[in-house]
């Protein structure tokens, strides 16, 4: 089935809402004049014949990136089709204790970088410590890059998808793609995005592994949940598609995943293989239209380690339990070569997911995985060796000579890396990532510093959240709360980094004029971190309130969600914020109090929390570590989710989100039902 008519038939409104905003692709694309304006004579034999001057043809850009593979050796080949990380570093790696984080290149990793000249380096959280430093960083590893015999620069990715999933420390961390959902709007997405790809191309970042592409379909799922946009896969094709589009009108490299979907699993890939048994016919309802209408917009597609049986058949003998199990998507050939490629019609560079995942870590043997990987079409292998010692940059050397023994050997035909690379040079082509000049890292980190946490995208980001809110509640019309001089509320929030939030609002709302500069909030967290590291919740102490709430206009209770047991009391350890919201409702219900519930993070606790007398719904639970006053480029970055549900309770926002998934009942003890209680589509306004 070809999937490119109905996917442009579920985006035209889309489309058309983005037609003046010019991806990165199309400007690359463009025929360019040659630049010296050769020409050569014709040979002719008449010597009173006018000369006609013909233009040199230029060559093709796929043209260009055959004749740099055909002069790489197969070692330089296999590299350039590996993305590294260099997340920690010990020079002691039998200590534990002596791993230190990776915020700028030692002899030995660029010695390593030069040596070998992989395709990419992936960075995460460990490795971004400022907006200077992430400059500094980035610009020494193409410097290394560059001084290798190939001298290819680098794919430098990271997973800046916004929400809970933002790497940078400093910067923009935007409301997340759920909460995007609610909004249901392609330019909000776009926006959003564009923000996302100009801070990162300022950095030096050229790579994004986003936009998760997934349709959350489970709401038990525990590792995508509010990384999707929608259970809607039309939503999640038309917000994919702005999102792409706003990554690459800022030069950024987009990447649609998890293909062929990791919405409906109930298991986590970093920590098992999940399993999704459904047919191919399913499959194209639901989890591959996202990526059918990207096929032709993705520069890159990532893989998912999750197993459809009904679809791939071939197995594998677990290195772990020693079970047959079916190949994973990112090892399957019908799910890559065939499917992908062949069906639906991608030509892009494909991606795995890391494969240091347990999925195919504690499943596969390395190199047994990477062939399969090779073998379906893959083009580049993600992590398969975390670097973190010089031991392990030789173990990474000898993977590299196993995989070209399997070219040598037939178990790889050596078209499939010839192929693969001519992808990955074509992209670092059309980028101007090849041929691209080495940065000035003090001239880029000034300039990065204006753009990197901007005041006009803090401002940016939380326009796009207020969008999102959605009010599913609101008996006797409790919201907004209408304040008057010298009245107050009490403020309760999972962890104390939430304060900071009810400030922020606070002060927005009295500048605004919404609320009077005498109105006040108690806030309290109601957990308290044990010497464990576990969290404790003051469920017991509730009681030790009552004189304070008595005071109050209404109570706001926040809980951010990210499991269904959370939200089980018959699991205390766990659900320590349901506990204590069920038991302070009650407390405020019995002194005649308003209750405010704020769903922070997964939509699908609404449900669990109906004695309130209103609930919204925000889609993010990111904390505020301080309240932001400057916008100089080091800004921390924050969740903005949070400020944006507490404007709209004071009535700074009315809300117009709707909800991107469907709300299913759920049973203490046994899960969600069948039973939907509040459906897609739906929210209340005042």
Sequence with gaps: MNFRKTASALLAASVLLLSGCETARQKNDRTTANPDNTTVPAITTESTTTITEVPVQEKTTKEKAEEIVAGMTPEQKIAQMITVSLRYWSDTPDDPDSFANVTELNEQQKAFITKYDFGGLILFKQNCAGTEQIVRLTASVQEAARASEPGIPMLISVDQEGGNITRLVTGTMTCGNMALGATGDSQSTWDNAAIIGSELNALGINTDYAPDSDVNNNPSNPVINVRSFSSDPELVAKLALAYVQGLESEGVISTAKHYPGHGDTGTDSHTGLPMIDKSYEELKKTELVPFA??????????????????????????????????LPATLSKKMIKDILRGDIGYDGVVTTDAMLMDAINANFDPIDAAVLAINADVDIILEPIQIMSAGDITAQGEYIEKLVAAVNDGRIAESEIDDSVIRIITLKLEKGIIGSEAVDADAAAKAAKTIVGSKEHHDKELEVALRAIT?????????????????????????????????????RMKADGVIPESVNAECHAFTEKSESGDYAGLANDVAGFEELIKGCKAVIIATETYRAGNMDRTDETRAWQAVFSDKMTALAHKNGIKVVHLSMHMPYDAVRYT??????????????????????????????????????????NTPTGRLPVDLPAYIEGEGYTDEIVYPVGYGLTY
């Design 293 to 326: 209408a990207l096929t032709d917009e993705a520069d890159m597609i990532m893989t998912a380690h999750i197993q459809f049986p009904q679809i791939e058949t071939e197995t594998y003998k677990s290195v772990d339990s020693g079970e047959e199990i079916s």
């Design 471 to 507: 009010l599913v509640k609101n008996d006797d019309n409790t919201l907004p709360i209408k304040l008057a001089e010298n009245e107050k509320v009490a403020y309760f929030y999972p962890y104390a980094g939430e304060e900071n939030t009810m400030t922020f609002a606070l002060e």
């Design 611 to 652: 004695d309130a007398d209103a609930i919204l719904c925000a889609y993010c639970g990111q904390d505020m570590p301080v309240v932001p006053t400057e916008y100089n480029g080091e800004t921390k970055t924050y969740g903005v989710n949070y400020p944006a549900a507490l404007i709209t309770v004071f009535g700074g």
